[in-house]
């Protein structure tokens, strides 16, 4: 089993950044996808970001030239920097991992694809 924790939330104000970790522990995998999910109050999970074990990355069109996705295989941490932040931009944010698919499309925006979750991280912009 692989276990992820996310750090690096906050509170900043609008225009500002942050940059999210994540670490992951445990069992250990080849060809590895990890994903961003946020989720708002009152609003279910969404995929933002992801990047597959090549390195390619995914981004929704809400975040795309906003947030990077970054993943370090040495040290076993996806980062995911977040710059010009917007009050919208506000909602528990969730890593996740799971064996990359042998196929393509937008896999990365379902839950039910990743297998480990981590617990969060809150991330508050105001305006």
């Known amino acids: 089993q692989v276990q992820l924790v996310e750090s690096g939330g906050g509170s900043v104000q609008a225009g500002g950044s942050l940059t999210l970790s994540c670490v992951a522990s445990?069992?250990?995998?080849?060809?590895?996808?990890m994903g961003w999910f946020r989720q708002a109050p009152g609003k279910g999970r969404e995929g933002i970001a992801a990047?597959?074990?090549?390195?390619?990355?995914s981004y929704a069109d809400s975040v795309k030239g906003r947030f990077t996705t970054i993943k370090d295989k040495a040290k076993n941490t996806q980062y995911l920097q977040m710059n010009s932040l917007k009050p919208e931009d506000t909602a528990m944010y969730y890593c996740?991992?799971?064996?990359?698919?042998?196929?393509?499309?937008?896999?990365?925006?379902?839950?039910?694809?990743?297998?480990?979750w981590g617990r969060g991280t809150q991330v508050t912009v105001s305006p």
């Open positions: 990047i597959d074990d090549d390195g390619r990355e």
């Open positions: 996740a991992g799971a064996p990359c698919p042998n196929y393509g499309g937008s896999w990365w925006r379902d839950r039910r694809f990743f297998n480990w």
């Open positions: 445990g069992s250990t995998y080849k060809n590895v996808c």
